[in-house]
T-cell receptor, first 116, second 111 residues
Framework: EAQVTQNPRYLITVTGKKLTVTCSQN?????MSWYRQDPGLGLRQIYYSMNVEVTDKGDVPEGYKVSRKEKRNFPLILESPSPNQTSLYFCASSLKAWASGGTTQYFGPGTRLTVL | LAKTTQPISMDSYEGQEVNITCSHN???????ITWYQQFPSQGPRFIIQ???TKVTNEVASLFIPADRKSSTLSLPRVSLSDTAVYYC????????????FGQGTTLQVKP
């Protein structure tokens, strides 16, 4: 089944304790992206990757890191989480980033993160 | 960067047709318009995509006027299960992966 998976689905942690949220897709997509969703603010892009070893900042990259060593995986790293990073996080992938087909994004189920 | 504007919320009743309009700021010649639907605690899912005129699939229709400064998502005969947040997105021509979703429209369907 074609899908985007995220782990963990729920995480409660404390300020300053490094964590990684994994994201994996099995559709051989070039493009992957991370979003956070907060009440009243919609979806905001954190980082994206156009292909392996190519990553760039989205709208709200501060406090986050990403890597894209393999095509299928795009982990989100919080080196020193803070309470303002408490949010619902979504990973997404698409065949390509731009139009002319293949731009439908497939979203993962989300990771609810709480930083105390 | 491209920014879309849509109503924050809408109410409807079961069986009615619902139209949600999105304004597209600075839409570029090659930008496509895509709509997503999101249920609580789930990731958004693709509904429909278009470039101009009208596109229809089994779920919805998308109307894009000639000037492409707006788009309208039309949901025929909504049911309670259509209660969700709907996002429009314009993208494609800038050769960048940076995407900006709007705040979304919360559609509440009442019995």
């Amino acid at each position: 089944e074609a899908q985007v998976t995220q782990n963990p689905r729920y995480l409660i942690t404390v300020t300053g304790k490094k964590l990684t949220v994994t994201c994996s897709q099995n559709m051989n997509h070039e493009y992957m992206s991370w979003y956070r969703q907060d009440p009243g603010l919609g979806l905001r892009q954190i980082y994206y990757s156009m292909n392996v070893e190519v990553t760039d900042k989205g709208d709200v990259p501060e406090g986050y890191k990403v890597s894209r060593k393999e095509k299928r995986n795009f982990p989100l790293i919080l080196e020193s989480p803070s309470p303002n990073q408490t949010s619902l996080y979504f990973c997404a992938s698409s065949l390509k980033a731009w139009a002319s087909g293949g731009t439908t994004q497939y979203f993962g189920p989300g990771t609810r993160l709480t930083v105390l | 960067l491209a920014k879309t504007t849509q109503p924050i919320s809408m109410d409807s009743y079961e069986g009615q047709e619902v139209n949600i309009t999105c304004s597209h700021n600075n839409i570029a010649t090659n930008d496509y318009i895509t709509w997503y639907q999101q249920f609580p605690s789930q990731g958004p899912r693709f509904i429909i995509q278009g470039y101009k005129t009208k596109v229809t699939n089994e779920v919805a229709s998308l109307f894009i006027p000639a000037d492409r400064k707006s788009s309208t998502l039309s949901l025929p005969r909504v049911s309670l299960s259509d209660t969700a947040v709907y996002y429009c997105l314009q993208h494609g021509s800038s050769n960048t992966g940076k995407l900006i979703f709007g705040q979304g429209t919360t559609l509440q369907v009442k019995p």
